[in-house]
Every structure is written in C-alpha cells, then in structure tokens.
C-alpha cells in the first residue's frame, strides 16, 4: 500500500486528520469524505487502495484494567451454578441473593478443566470473596493468571499467542505484554458509548442485572442460579425500574445529568453524550 499521510493532530479528547480524497474507510465509526475532518488516530498510516478509498494500515489497541483468572477442575458445574448467563455466551455475571451484580465477566472456555474469566480489577477481591465457600465445598480452583487484556475496535481474527473473546463489535484479547498498545483515552470513552460498553466500577457497581443490560448477563432458559429468582420474578411479572442508557446531556433533567458517566462529546452532533439510568415509562 502507497504511503499517502499520517495522522498527527489531536484536538478536543478526539483525534483528528484531514484526508484529501473520496471513498469510505474501514475504521471504525469513520467515512471520509473529500477535505472532511474525522476521527482518526495518532501515528496511523492511511492509505488509498485504489477501489476501497482509504484504509487504516494500523489498528488502535487499548490495554484494558482487567484480571484474568483461571477456573480449573470442574469449572462448569460451578460457573453454572453459581453465575447468571450461559456459559456458550461471551459475558456473564456473579449474582447475590437479590438479583445484584458482584462482578460482571468476560469469559472462554480453554479445555473440557478449565475456563478463564476477566473480571475489572478493582472487583477481584470482591469476586473472591462472594465465591469463597462455594470454592471449598466444591473443590475448584481459581488462580489469577499473569495475563494482559487488551480491546481491539476492528475484527482481525486470531491473533498468534493470545485467546480471542468476540464482543458485540471488535476483539478482546488476552495475551502477554503487546507492542502498540494505549491506555484508555477520550477517544476509547467515545467508542465504548457508540457500542454500549458500560464498565462496571465506572457506569453502574452493585445494580440489578436487568437494569443494566437485560440480554447481556441473564439466561432464562439455563436452570437454577444464584439471584435467579429475583431476576426471572421482574422479567416475568414486570419489567425493571432502570435501564442503563446512552442519553444526550441536554436531554436530560439536573438530577440525571449530574449523576451521568462516561460523559464524552460526539463530534458527529456536537453534543455531550453519556451513560444513565433512566426510569422506565409508566413505572
């Protein structure tokens, strides 16, 4: 691929470049048009293939807080008692009594002993400690592994060395130390708003299942959990008070606004957008 302009501005939390040609890209969130300004990334190469317009030569890679842990020695039977969601599904939750989430998860299945979760950091310690008699009487094993966790926005397939978890658009990885990769920044807040990506310690903590994503951490057809019975009471009987929403700012009362996170401004509107919970209609 010709060499045709480098991204080098950053202005306002969103990376910026001016590109000079027609065509769409295959970044994500991205369609370039003829002198048109769009989000871009620092030190990524575009170039012209000719018949797609311009794609990126480089992919963004965000290295995420997160810890993976290893469950071993009949993992199954404990993630499925214990846990909210199918274990065929890329995320799941632990629950209490009351239909709460402990922590919410990533997670894969390695062989027929041993699953891996990735769990935020800061919500390891509480993780462990809502398992820890149920680790005892079960006899498994959970191990926190000397993993990184890392989110790619594009699908690019298998990468050599690390596991892939799909996500409802782009990668998670887990592998070692990658080369290329970046904290978090305005840029990512604005990607994980576009696709819904609440992070639990950031967006919500301790809230019910349902309010926060009712598709994303629940199965109603996998039997019996921890916390099921609240759950499966709301989903059948009603429906949840709150929902976790992505909201325009100025389209929100002072209380909502003031309790608003992952507050970010989209440039395709030019207003501040950001997750809350709104309470559902005719509750």
């Known amino acids: ?74 993992p199954a039977q404990f993630l499925n008692g214990l846990t909210s969601n199918s274990l065929d599904k890329p995320r799941n939750a632990f629950l209490n009594v009351h239909g709460r989430i402990v ?65 409802k658009k782009g990668q998670m990885l887990i592998a070692g130390e990658m080369a290329g990769a970046s904290p978090p920044d305005a840029a990512f807040t604005l990607l994980r708003l576009k696709r819904r990506m609440p992070l639990q310690g950031v967006d919500y903590t301790d809230d019910f299942a349902l309010n926060v994503d009712p598709d994303e951490y629940v199965s109603f057809a996998k039997g019996c959990f921890l916390g099921q019975e609240p759950v499966s009471k709301v989903h059948n009987r009603s429906r949840p008070t709150w929902q976790l929403m992505v909201q325009y700012e100025d389209e929100c009362d002072e209380e909502t606004k003031a ?25």
Request: hydrophobic share 30%; charged share 25%.
């Open 1 to 74: 691929m010709r060499r045709v302009g480098v991204c080098e501005e950053r202005g306002s939390g969103i990376d910026k470049a001016v590109f000079g040609h027609s065509g769409h890209t295959t970044y994500p969130e991205l369609i370039l048009r003829p002198g048109h300004v769009a989000s871009a990334t620092p030190g990524v190469t575009y170039g012209n293939t000719g018949c797609c317009g311009w794609i990126a030569t480089k992919m963004q890679l965000y290295k995420l807080n997160k810890t993976v842990l290893s469950i071993c020695h009949n």
């Open 259 to 283: 309790k608003m996170t992952s507050k970010a401004l989209d440039p395709d509107t030019n207003r501040v957008i950001g997750f809350t919970f709104i309470r559902n209609q005719g509750d």
């Open 103 to 167: 922590a919410a998860f990533d997670q894969i299945k390695v062989d027929e002993d041993e699953y891996w979760i990735v769990v935020e950091t800061p919500y390891v310690d509480k993780l462990l400690g809502h398992v820890d008699r149920y680790v005892k009487l079960s006899g498994v094993q959970i191990q926190k592994l000397e993993k990184c966790v890392y989110y790619r926005p594009e699908n690019r397939g298998e990468d050599k060395g690390a596991i892939t978890i799909p996500q």
